[in-house]
Nanobody
């Protein structure tokens, strides 16, 4: 029904930048959550960047970030291209992980309000992941 496919991962030196993309097939309707999570070896999956979007009563986009990436990572979307992005700057060794995009529909017509969709339990669609490796 819905498919998510990440791309853009790779190897980069500390301090460098990468932009991840998540191509999304299917229409998530008039309100949804989309986010990026990551999982490093031996660690639990953690949320990195979160986006909530809705078009009632007016188009609204809310974003939020894990404290560890605030000011360095930016989540965005291109609705015309059905693509979610994660721009990562000033990467540190701790950023080495598999990065996953995730998405979840919300009820059509839902008022987004201050919702930021940070809980992983919200998400029922996940991509296969893309590896990001940061070296010194």
């Amino acid at each position: 029904q819905f498919q998510l496919a990440e791309s853009g991962g790779g190897s980069v030196q500390a301090g460098g930048s990468l932009r991840l993309s998540c191509a999304i097939s299917g229409n998530f309707g008039s309100s949804y959550c989309m986010s990026w999570f990551r999982q490093a070896p031996g660690n639990e999956r953690e949320g990195v960047a979160f986006l909530a979007w809705g078009d009632w009563p007016t188009e609204t986009t809310n974003t939020d970030y894990a404290d560890s990436v605030k000011g360095r990572f930016t989540i965005s979307q291109d609705r015309a291209k059905n693509t979610l992005y994660l721009q990562m700057q000033d990467l540190t060794l701790e950023a080495t992980a598999i990065y996953y995009c995730a998405a979840s529909r919300l009820p059509d017509g839902l008022w987004i309000g201050g919702r930021t969709c940070t809980s992983s339990s919200l998400y029922n669609y996940w991509g296969q992941g893309t590896q990001v490796t940061v070296s010194s």
